[in-house]
């Protein structure tokens, strides 16, 4: 038999070629190699609420632990349908619009497989969770981006030019993907700015396809508008939520998305044929959760707030300036007192010489020198963690 030489890159597919590895989660394991504190990844180092883990192990000892129905167990969808009429006051049919996926990441690329044809466009707004570029080229569509400009001022917001947007919308427009409260800046998108990609999405007949993760998590009064509940949008927005954030269980794998019946029914079939379904026991004990009582928010929302508050006041001392976040569990930094070329050599030395994992500002950017200024430290961390953390910060010198 002829011997042929083995190239492995000739086996791979096109789609993969350009993706590099989730710097994110790249970071989770550098922390751990260094012996660092890691406030990189967005996952609680606390337990989750002792109700929600009593009802997962109740489920799996009541045998809940064949494939639930693949679009999601029927008492947890119906737990959704009437969390998302007390939360956002939106009627949703638990039948025909609901589909239970492994986490909203799986929700995001079973959405965007559904909906995304090749030579779609999705705009998503920059800096960006990291995986929504990789997402929607895995779709077969084209991710167009539209900065995020940090505010001038330390309690100023996070913006987008009108003009902007505007530009990014045409004729190959699917989808926007709007994260509000976002991940990385903490941005809380206003009505106005809402109103503002509503009347794109209507004038250029684009899907909003909102991932609202971070609902609960919100500082300074600031209010959570959920996408479909604007004038002319429920027809055309798929919700992404999931159990990650809110119930401090990242590892369950548990999310879902709402989409009108049409849009769920593609949703459905994406989601069937990637992984089945979610895991049976969690979605039972998801509902448990979706009925904890509104203390249980309030009190996550003012943990979070403390956290975010110990944190900060810390890295102002060192040097960093701070983007305040209006939401989620993250905060945007400035380095440029520190005199390092960029993000990624202040980020390895940060790791190895004063051992604390933070994530590096360009890997929320498709432009390596968007970012290069910035980096991001996770705050879901319990008090010890963050005290250990500010005491090594405290070594970090400013050149004179
Ligand atoms: C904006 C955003 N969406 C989705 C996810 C992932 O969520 P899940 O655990 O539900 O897959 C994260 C995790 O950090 C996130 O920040």
Excluded at 269 to 284: N, Y
């Amino acid at each position: 038999m002829a011997e042929t030489a083995i190239r492995p890159k000739s086996f791979l597919s096109g789609r993969v070629a350009h993706f590099t590895e989730s710097v994110i989660r790249e970071m989770t394991r550098q922390a751990m190699l260094h012996g660092a504190v890691n406030l990189s990844q967005g996952f609680p180092d606390f337990p989750a609420p002792a109700e929600i883990k009593r009802a997962a192990q109740e489920a799996i000892a009541a045998d809940i632990n064949q494939y639930a129905i693949t679009w999601g167990a029927k008492t947890f969808r119906d737990a959704i349908a009437r969390q998302t009429q007390l939360w956002q006051d939106i009627q949703v049919d638990s039948e025909r619009e609901i589909t239970v996926c492994c986490g909203s990441t799986e929700t995001m690329i079973s959405t965007l497989l559904a909906v995304c044809n090749a030579g779609d466009e999705v705009v998503i707004f920059e800096p960006f969770y990291e995986n929504y570029g990789p997402d929607a080229i895995l779709s077969g569509a084209k991710p167009r981006f539209v900065k995020l400009r940090p505010p001038a001022t330390s309690g100023g917001e996070w913006t987008f030019d009108e003009h902007e947007l505007r530009a990014a919308f045409h004729h190959q427009t699917k989808a926007i993907i709007v994260n509000t409260p976002n991940n990385p800046t903490g941005k809380v998108f206003t009505r106005s700015e809402l109103e503002l990609i509503r009347d794109l999405c209507v004038e250029f007949n684009v899907l909003a396809i909102t991932d609202e993760i971070y609902e609960h998590i919100l500082y300074d009064g600031t209010q959570h508008i959920s996408m479909a509940t604007l004038e002319g949008m429920r027809e055309r927005t798929i919700t992404i939520n999931g159990l990650s954030k809110t119930y401090s269980v990242t590892g369950w794998r548990v999310g879902w998305a709402v989409a009108p019946p049409a849009i769920t029914d593609a949703i459905r079939k994406v989601h069937d044929f990637l992984t089945v379904g979610a895991p049976a026991p969690l979605q039972q004990a998801g509902a448990a959760a979706l009925a904890m009582p509104a203390s249980y928010y309030q009190e996550l929302a003012e943990g979070y707030r403390k956290r975010r508050d110990r944190l900060i006041p810390v890295l102002d001392e060192v040097g960093f300036r701070c983007f305040q976040p209006r939401g989620a569990y993250y905060v945007m930094t400035d380095i440029s007192a520190f005199g390092f070329e960029n993000d990624l050599e202040f980020t390895k030395y940060l790791v190895k010489d004063i051992g604390v994992a933070v994530v590096p500002g360009s890997s929320f950017s498709k432009d390596a020198r968007d970012g290069a200024r910035q980096v991001r430290f996770a705050f879901c961390k319990r008090d010890e963690t963050l005290d250990a953390a500010a005491e090594r910060l405290r070594r970090l010198r400013i050149p004179k």
